[in-house]
């Protein structure tokens, strides 16, 4: 089973700055991650597939980069509404996909 | 617009069964792979099953196989997971998720492995 370590647990940022989450695999999962934002009481929606597309309708601040074991999801200059829990996924190594255990980015 | 909508979750003993549910419209349902994916309370997602176009290929995560079993019928767009044996830990919110589009060669459709649309959830509550 791949294993997904986010870092860091935590991020605490203002509106307006940028924001950079970590995502690394325990092994190579090629470039089959993908990066969801997920808000309390809402759905988990998917942001990024093989860590580089955007997903329909998702903005162009947030990107997605890396390849085998290291990824980063980038967001360039956070809006109010970009403030929620992140996960990467892997579907390389399956069954099981495997989530990382999330990033909350919360306002500072 | 893709809709997924859940139902059948509640609260049960540990030991008990529970089927959930899935009512999907606004995309061809016969033409995706499906899965659910369930978050425990404070804890992250994890994937917990997934089934192929015509139903003929499962696949589950370790700790409910032979447990659970997730069915699909195509002519009423609906998913289902039948959930047996139940544990404390096995509460949580599951949802309902569609695979993004698959990759098909002559001989089989393979799923994209990530999740493009998402039902609200339903909670199961497992606890004496």
């Known amino acids: 089973e791949v294993v997904l370590t986010q870092s860091p647990a935590t991020l605490s940022l203002s509106p307006g700055e940028r924001a950079t989450l970590s995502c690394r695999a325990s092994?190579?999962?090629?470039?089959?991650l993908a990066w969801y934002q997920h808000k309390p009481g809402q759905s988990p929606r998917l942001l990024i597939y093989?860590?580089?597309n955007r997903a329909t309708g998702i903005p162009a601040r947030f990107s997605g980069s890396g390849s085998g074991t290291d990824f980063t999801l980038t967001i360039s200059s956070l809006e109010p509404e970009d403030f929620a829990v992140y996960y990467c996924?892997?579907?390389?190594?399956?069954?099981?996909?495997?989530f990382g255990q999330g990033t909350k980015l919360e306002i500072k | 617009e893709v809709q997924l909508v859940e139902s059948g979750g509640g609260w049960v003993q540990p030991g008990g069964s529970l089927r959930l549910s899935c009512a999907a419209s606004?995309?061809?349902?016969?033409?995706?792979?499906m899965n659910w994916v369930r978050q425990a309370p404070g804890k992250g997602l994890e994937w917990v099953a997934n089934?192929?176009?015509?139903?003929?290929?499962?696949y589950y995560v370790d700790s409910v196989k032979g447990r659970f079993t997730i069915s699909r019928d195509n002519a009423k767009n609906s998913l289902y997971l039948q959930m047996n044996s139940l544990r404390a830990e096995d509460t949580a919110v599951y949802y309902c998720?569609?695979?993004?589009?698959?990759?098909?060669?002559?001989?089989?459709?393979?799923?994209?492995?990530?999740?493009?649309?998402w039902g609200q959830g339903a909670l199961v509550t497992v606890s004496s």
């Open positions: 998720v569609k695979d993004s589009p698959s990759v098909c060669t002559s001989s089989s459709c393979y799923p994209a492995g990530d999740f493009d649309s």
């Open positions: 606004g995309f061809t349902f016969s033409d995706s792979w």
């Open positions: 089934i192929k176009q015509d139903g003929s290929e499962k």
């Open positions: 092994q190579s999962v090629s470039s089959y």
């Open positions: 093989d860590a580089s």
């Open positions: 996924q892997q579907r390389v190594n399956w069954p099981p996909y495997t």
